[in-house]
């Protein structure tokens, strides 16, 4: 995978796109048993009324941006599982969580990645809690919107590729 | 107050309140020993609270302020070459396993999210069957470790 021309690049790169969704895939149904499906073409614009885990893989020259998308019910769902009891969706433990699994997304995205030449490391996450968000990529940067979604879990991963600055 | 016997004094290392709370359950449940925790936000807060009570570190890779790779490997310069240090981390890299064992220090590595069988094979060879800490030759623990590492990574 040749990343020397991203200012060019529109899209990113479908290699790299296969990896995380693989990593995904993975990270979920080994923290819950459950393996989520790729929805395929399901590109919503519709405002999200949940949880918003943000995480960065990067290197000196390139940054893949991770935001997880993840409405309440599921937030909910992953704290039963992941710890046993249910969180309250407002708590600070709740963005604890979604933060964690960002984070936990994020070393299995980097090793993934690392496979098809994109070698980086992951940020600290960040976590941010509301209704009708709505995603903006400023200026436009490759962008891909992924959804997943299982019998208990819907969420939405956006990853966006940028020049590190 | 006077500890109880055969209390293993356990320090866990991880700027995620719900995975230090992950952490001490999945250790609790296993019962290969008695344990008391002692937790610390991230590695600088760690080396504050280090002292030599503690027997064994669990510790989170990525934390602001201070790694968990640089808290092991600053234990390791002040001389503990003993108390096995257990990486918990999501860093899942070949390159990261390598620093955190031989950069670090540390002993195991254990790749989140684990499970309670993962967090048992990195552990169980350092205690008896009473659940006391065993202390054994350096070198044998360090080469055993290193493929023990590999494996539940």
């Given at each position: 995978m040749n990343l020397d021309n991203l200012y060019e690049l529109n899209q990113i790169p479908e290699e790299m796109i296969g990896k995380v969704r693989e990593s995904v895939m993975n990270t979920f149904g080994s923290m819950t048993g459950e393996v989520p499906s790729y929805i395929e073409n399901a590109s919503s614009d519709?405002?999200?009324?949940?949880?918003?885990?943000?995480?960065?893989?990067f290197n000196s020259d390139h940054t893949l941006s991770l935001m997880l998308a993840i409405p309440r019910e599921t937030a909910v769902y992953l704290s039963e599982v992941f710890i046993g009891m249910e969180l309250p969706f407002e708590s600070d433990d709740m963005g604890d969580l979604i933060g964690e699994i960002s984070n936990i997304l994020a070393g299995d995205v980097a090793a993934n990645v690392e496979k098809v030449g994109f070698r980086g490391q992951s940020s600290l996450p960040t976590a941010m809690r509301g209704s009708d968000l709505m995603l903006f990529m400023p200026n436009k940067?490759?962008?891909?919107?992924?959804?997943?979604?299982?019998?208990?879990?819907?969420f939405w991963l956006t990853m966006v590729l940028s020049e590190s600055k | 107050m006077e500890q109880a016997m055969g209390k293993i004094k356990a320090m866990v290392v991880d700027d995620s309140k719900i995975m230090r709370s992950a952490v001490k359950r999945a250790l609790n449940q296993l019962m290969v020993a008695d344990f008391e925790f002692v937790e610390a936000m991230d590695g600088e807060d760690a080396l504050g609270k280090f002292n030599n009570e503690i027997e064994i570190l669990f510790v989170d890779w990525n934390m602001p302020n201070m790694t968990g790779v640089e808290f092991a490997k600053a234990v390791r310069d002040k001389?503990?070459?003993?108390?096995p240090i257990i990486m918990v981390t999501a860093e899942k890299s070949m390159g990261k396993v390598d620093k955190a064992l031989n950069e670090g220090g540390a002993n195991e590595y254990v790749t989140k999210p684990f499970t309670a069988d993962k967090m048992h094979k990195a552990i169980s060879d350092y205690f008896d069957d009473d659940g006391n800490l065993i202390t054994g030759d350096e070198d044998d623990n360090e080469s055993k470790s290193f493929f023990k590492g590999i494996l539940n990574s």
């Open positions: 519709d405002p999200l009324n949940g949880i918003v885990g943000n995480v960065t893989v940067p490759p962008t891909e919107k992924m959804k997943f979604s299982s019998p208990n879990m819907e | 001389g503990n070459d003993q108390i």
